[in-house]
């Protein structure tokens, strides 16, 4: 035990714990449902981002694959399937984030945890 002598010959006691004497505190993590907004625009930026971000990981893959593909082999279909990209990855998003019902959209780490 370490004890602090101060100038008025007061002993301290420099040991409370004070994580002990703190009440236990549940912690709940909420999580909201992706944004149809904010996949249309990572989707823009790279093919396949977006779906990542709603959680469709396979999704992602093939239009990330297909996307690159077509701006290898011709430059039209890969803007033509860009698009179509972008129109999957905001279509794939809850319309009404506040009505959305969780189980009718794949896993994804936005479900509510206790």
């Known amino acids: 035990m370490s004890r602090f002598e101060s100038e008025f010959n007061e002993e301290l006691d420099l040991d409370f714990d ?4 703190r009440p236990e505190v549940r912690e709940i993590i909420i999580r909201r ?11 823009v930026f790279l093919p396949g981002l977006g779906h990542v971000y709603s959680g469709r990981l396979c999704a992602a893959a093939l239009w990330f694959l297909a996307t690159g593909f077509a701006y290898w082999a011709i430059l039209l279909p890969g803007f033509l399937l860009h698009g179509l990209c972008i129109w999957s990855a905001w279509r794939g998003c809850p319309a009404d984030r506040l009505q959305a019902d969780p189980s009718d959209f794949p896993r994804g780490s936005w479900r509510r945890r206790a």
Do not use: Y
């Open 33 to 43: 449902p992706p944004s149809p907004g904010i996949a249309a625009v990572l989707s």
């Open 18 to 21: 004070f994580a002990s004497s």
